[in-house]
C-alpha cells in the first residue's frame, strides 16, 4: 500500500507544483537566497508528508551540533534517495545538494533541484567539475547550506565506499563549517527490499560536531579530510535499529 501512495503522489505532487516552480524561478531573479528559502520552506513540507506516508521514523541524534549562525557542508555516506528527503526536513536553514548531472534528464524534478539550489557535477570532466565546485562555493557564501556524499553512488555495503574529497573545498573556500552526519537503515525504506517496496522503517541520522577546515592548517585539514569516512563508521557504530 505505501508504493501504491508515496510513489504515484510523489510524481503528481511535483506535477501539480509546477506553478510554484515558476514562482521560485522569479524569486530567485529578485533575491537568489529568498528563492532557495521560499522553495525549501515549500519543498520540507512537502518531504515531510512523504516520509509521514511511508511510515518512516526518523531518529536525530546531535542536531545540536547543527551551527545556527549562518550555512553548512554537510557531508555524509549516500544509501538512497530518501537520504536527500530526510537530511532536507532536517536542515535548519535551506540546503541544496550537490548531484550527478545526469539529474538534469529528469523532467520536472531537476526543475525543483535547481529551485533548492542543486549543484550539478559531472565526474567525467574534470574541469565541468571545477566550475560546480566553484558554483557551490557561491551558494553557500550566499548563504545556502549544502550536502555531500562523497561516494559518489548509493551504496548498500556496509563499508564505504572511497571518498572524493573535491567537495571539501566548498566549506573551505567559503569558510564554513563541515558537519560530518552518518545515516543508517535508509536504504531499508526501498531500494534494500525485494520487488523494491516500500516499508515502514526506523532509520537513524547523526551529526558530529561542527569543524571549519579554513581555521586549520595545512596538515590538520589533510587529516580531517581523510578522517571522514573513519568518523561515520565510529558514529555508525552506536546505530542499533
Same mark, same amino acid.
Given at each position: 500500500m505505501r508504493i501504491i501512495y508515496v510513489l504515484p503522489l510523489a510524481i503528481l505532487g511535483i506535477l501539480l507544483s509546477l506553478p510554484f516552480h515558476v514562482a521560485f524561478k522569479a524569486a530567485r531573479k529578485k533575491d537568489e537566497y529568498k528563492g532557495w528559502f521560499k522553495a525549501w520552506r515549500y519543498v520540507r513540507k512537502y518531504f515531510k508528508f512523504l516520509l509521514f506516508l511511508a511510515g518512516t521514523k526518523v531518529e536525530v541524534r546531535g542536531q545540536e551540533n547543527i551551527p545556527d549562525? +549562518?550555512?553548512? =557542508?554537510?557531508?555524509? /555516506?549516500?544509501?538512497?534517495?530518501?537520504? %536527500? #528527503? #530526510?537530511?532536507?526536513? =532536517?536542515?535548519?536553514?535551506?540546503? +541544496?545538494? %550537490?548531484?550527478?548531472?545526469? *539529474? =538534469?534528464?529528469?523532467?520536472? $524534478? /531537476?526543475? *525543483?533541484?535547481?529551485? #533548492? +539550489?542543486?549543484?550539478? =557535477?559531472?565526474? !567525467? /570532466?574534470?574541469?565541468?567539475? $571545477?566550475? !560546480? %565546485? /566553484?558554483? +557551490? %562555493?557561491?551558494?553557500?557564501?550566499?548563504g545556502l547550506s549544502i550536502g555531500l556524499f562523497p561516494e559518489g553512488t548509493r551504496n548498500h555495503s556496509p563499508e564505504l565506499l572511497p571518498f572524493k574529497e573535491g567537495g571539501y573545498r566548498i566549506a573551505e573556500k567559503s569558510k564554513r563549517p563541515i558537519v560530518v552526519m552518518a545515516l543508517s537503515g535508509v536504504d531499508g525504506i526501498f531500494e534494500a527490499n525485494k520487488h523494491m517496496m516500500i516499508k515502514k522503517r526506523h532509520v537513524i541520522v547523526e551529526y558530529d560536531k561542527p569543524v571549519n577546515p579554513s581555521e586549520l592548517t595545512a596538515d590538520e585539514k589533510k587529516a580531517f579530510y581523510a578522517s571522514i569516512p573513519e568518523r561515520i563508521m565510529e558514529l555508525k557504530k552506536d546505530h542499533v535499529l
Open positions: 549562525d +549562518g550555512p553548512v =557542508l554537510f557531508v555524509g /555516506n549516500h544509501q538512497s534517495y530518501f537520504d %536527500i #528527503i #530526510i537530511t532536507q526536513t =532536517l536542515s535548519k536553514t535551506p540546503m +541544496g545538494f %550537490i548531484a550527478k548531472k545526469e *539529474f =538534469l534528464k529528469y523532467p520536472f $524534478l /531537476n526543475l *525543483f533541484m535547481t529551485d #533548492i +539550489g542543486c549543484v550539478f =557535477l559531472d565526474r !567525467s /570532466n574534470p574541469k565541468e567539475g $571545477l566550475k !560546480s %565546485i /566553484n558554483e +557551490g %562555493i557561491d551558494h553557500m557564501k550566499k
